[in-house]
């Protein structure tokens, strides 16, 4: 794995290429980007045929061992790996610790346990199961065990430090197993950056896990909900000067447009990508203005849709930090409100996923309203593919010094006003 930056623009983001990828090392991944969320290998809501309908795919899928971790009898069994076992096509696997999506309660890390959370209940892990895991996924990369149980803001200090010390304890043992294991000869690891909210022990983190033999950086704590952003964007700032230029960073818990602009600014170079499924589950849609070079029609029903947006979150309030996966962003229109029940629009001017060639607002609002599984299906669909083309318009912006442009257009109407005309 070998990060291969072709810009640095406005002194912290990042453009390349991530290549190397895989055991065969034929994969490429473009950063600014971001993972395919799945759970348990399957992204919620479509089969493997309905998600290939979508183009421009990352080349890396994200499996949680918090939705793995209760099969792994018979995972061993099976003994040819997750990806055989799924049925994925040709693909990159990257395996994290927790679902960025489901609740993760705290108190449960010991100087030697991690603990997720499958459908089953805990299960607790130690350095050996934990490897056993990996031996039995046979991911491609992975994270190291972690003690991320300080992204409260009232963690003392003393919590902090022993988070940090315990992570890199933990990141010590894995990789003494890993380099012993045959069967996991050509995966990475990933490091993972702890420090709550405090400067210095984020530094610390930083440093110390850069001295170890990893692939990349996990940045954990740091989820939506957990800070404040101008925080985030500090603790994000110092931590990436004191990591190598030619390694991955992976920021987990943050997938809101806003927020993925401002933590690209600072030197984040990959996403997960569980925003979509987020909006799905709340019965929206993505609705939001990514395109830096508009036709003048187009303009228009872009704005029509932005008011849309802006007066439905207006209606349910100020957007809950505290709770993104029930409160609904601004980027995103609400199908289950009456006002679609005789929109007969796609939920994007131009969108060339399957919903929006195919069917209406009015539909999918009749969808929702009477609780057909479709709804689900075709939101996921759209979702993910307006996500995703997110991410390549902001490569683009970044490869022809437009990233302004492109803030002006992802940010304008969050508070009500236009943007300025070039």
């Known amino acids: 794995m070998k990060l291969e930056l072709s810009r640095v623009v406005q ?6 290429v991530l290549k190397g990828l895989g055991r065969t090392g034929q994969h490429a991944l473009e950063v600014p980007g971001c993972l395919l969320y799945t759970r348990c290998g399957t992204v919620p809501h479509l089969t493997q045929d309905t998600l290939h309908t979508l183009s421009s795919l990352p080349s890396v899928t994200q499996l949680t061992l918090s ?4 099969h792994q009898e018979v995972l061993e069994e099976f003994k040819d790996g997750f990806r055989k076992f799924a049925g994925l096509r040709d693909t990159v696997l990257y395996c994290s610790l927790h679902d ?63 988070s940090v010390d315990r992570t890199l304890a933990h990141l010590d043992e894995c990789l003494l197993v890993h380099h ?43 989820q939506t909900g957990s800070m404040d952003q101008a925080l985030r964007i500090q603790l994000i700032t110092a931590v990436t000067k004191e990591l190598p230029e030619d390694k991955p960073r992976l920021l987990q818990g943050v997938g809101r447009p806003d927020e993925v602009l401002a933590c690209v600014e600072a030197g984040v170079d990959l996403f997960e990508s569980f925003f979509p499924f ?89 969808l929702l309203v009477t609780n057909e599984l479709l709804a689900g299906v075709l939101l996921m669909l759209h979702n993910t593919a307006h996500y ?22 992802v940010l304008k109407e969050r508070g009500g006003q236009t943007e300025t005309k070039e």
């Open 180 to 222: 012993k294991t045959q069967e996991l000869q050509g995966v990475e690891v990933f490091g993972v950056v702890e420090g709550g909210d405090i400067l210095e022990e984020r530094v610390r983190s930083a440093k110390e896990t850069a001295k170890r033999p990893v692939a990349g950086f996990c940045l954990d704590g740091l």
């Open 278 to 366: 987020q909006v799905t589950e709340r019965g929206c849609a993505l609705c939001f203005s990514f395109d830096i070079s508009p036709d003048p029609e187009r303009a228009v029903l872009e704005l029509n849709d932005e008011r849309d947006a802006a007066g439905e979150t207006q209606e349910n309030g100020d957007v809950n930090l505290d709770d993104q996966t029930q409160m609904m962003t601004s980027f995103e229109i609400n199908l289950k409100d009456k006002r679609y029940q005789g929109d007969f629009r796609p939920l994007v001017e131009g969108c060339g996923c399957y919903c929006c060639r195919n069917h209406q607002r009015a539909y999918l609002h009749h």
């Open 11 to 16: 002194g912290g983001c990042r453009l390349g």
């Open 67 to 70: 939705t793995i971790a209760e």
């Open 100 to 162: 960025p999506v489901a609740p993760c309660p705290t108190g449960h890390i010991t100087n030697k346990t991690v603990s997720v959370w499958g459908s089953g209940g805990r299960i607790e892990l130690t350095v050996a199961k934990f490897m056993a895991l990996q031996k039995t996924v046979q991911p491609d990369w992975y994270q190291s065990m972690a003690d991320g149980e300080t992204w409260q803001s009232n963690t003392s200090r003393k919590r902090v430090r022993k």
């Open 388 to 409: 995703h083309a997110f991410f390549g318009a902001l490569r683009h912006a970044l490869a022809n010094d437009k990233l302004d442009l492109l803030k002006r257009r």
